[in-house]
């Protein structure tokens, strides 16, 4: 039997704004150990990301034990229309596996919500949580190959949710609600998820009151994390993404 075909290219993630041709870029130790483990030698091609929309090729130079890579051609990708969610974050083990399938299904934004129900609750995300959670959607990326990663942001209060810049369509998942529609196919989507237990009727009177639509995500209860990546999938699916120049 013949040997197969060519080995494929290792992808490696490097910080925002140090990706352009002809530079010299050195990985941090994390994606140094992965060229180490995938046992790359000086001269290999590997494929380099930054989470923000830029993708290059680039050269290993020297010992792999460096990490250091020159960069040859670099593309920037044309950022995708804004899919953000606001989700209950009353458990972070299952709110950190939520922001990993997010950024594979091309959501731009990810927004811990604080709730009733989940303020006080000991497995809550809070904001020290935020930086391994961004990490985490930055290593989802180089699986999926998507060009940008989703942005993780600090934990919301519903008011503050609510204060966000409008312009978008507001949807909120509820289990008695609508059928999900678009009437803009291009237009921002904003979608509130409540935790395990569901919102109280005061934060459900204060998005409703704020333009947010109920919209029913399947024929049953959903757990926070199901809602979230099925409002994902379906927004992703009415929504209309710019072409890359």
Excluded: Y
């Excluded at 075909?5 to 490696?12: D, Q, R």
């Excluded at 140094?32 to 930054?50: E, K, N, P, S, Y």
């Excluded at 399938?101 to 604080?114: N, Q, R, S, Y």
């Excluded at 609600?177 to 005061?202: F, I, K, N, Q």
Aim: some cysteine; aromatic content about 2%; proline content about 6%.
């Amino acid at each position: 039997m013949g040997g197969g075909g060519p080995a494929a290219v290792i992808t490696v993630l490097v910080e925002p704004g140090t990706l352009a041709a002809g530079r010299e870029v050195r990985l941090v130790e994390t994606e140094a150990h992965h060229l180490r483990v995938r046992r790359v030698r000086d001269g290999a091609r590997v494929r380099l990301m930054d989470g923000e929309g830029r993708l290059a090729q680039g050269l290993v130079v020297g010992d792999p034990e460096d990490g250091t890579v020159v960069v040859e051609a670099c593309e920037l990708r044309v950022p995708p229309s804004a899919l953000v969610l606001a989700v209950g974050s009353g458990d972070r083990e299952r709110f950190g596996w939520l922001v990993e399938k997010a950024a594979e299904l091309g959501v731009t934004d990810i927004i811990p919500l604080e709730t009733e129900r989940t303020t006080g609750v000991a497995t809550g995300v809070r904001d020290e949580h935020v930086a391994k959670l961004q990490r985490r959607a930055r290593e989802a990326i180089k699986q999926s190959g998507a060009a940008w990663a989703p942005r993780v942001h600090m934990v919301h209060t519903i008011g503050a949710l609510i204060e966000r810049p409008g312009g978008e369509t507001r949807w909120l998942a509820d289990a008695n609600g609508e059928t999900p529609s678009l009437a803009d196919p291009a237009s921002a989507l904003l979608v509130a998820v409540g935790p395990e237990g569901g919102l109280s009727g005061g934060e459900r009177a204060t998005l409703l009151g704020a333009g947010f639509s109920p919209i029913r995500l399947g024929p049953h209860v959903l757990r926070f994390e199901t809602a979230a990546m099925a409002a994902a999938v379906i927004g992703g699916s009415l929504r209309r993404e710019p072409v890359d120049a």
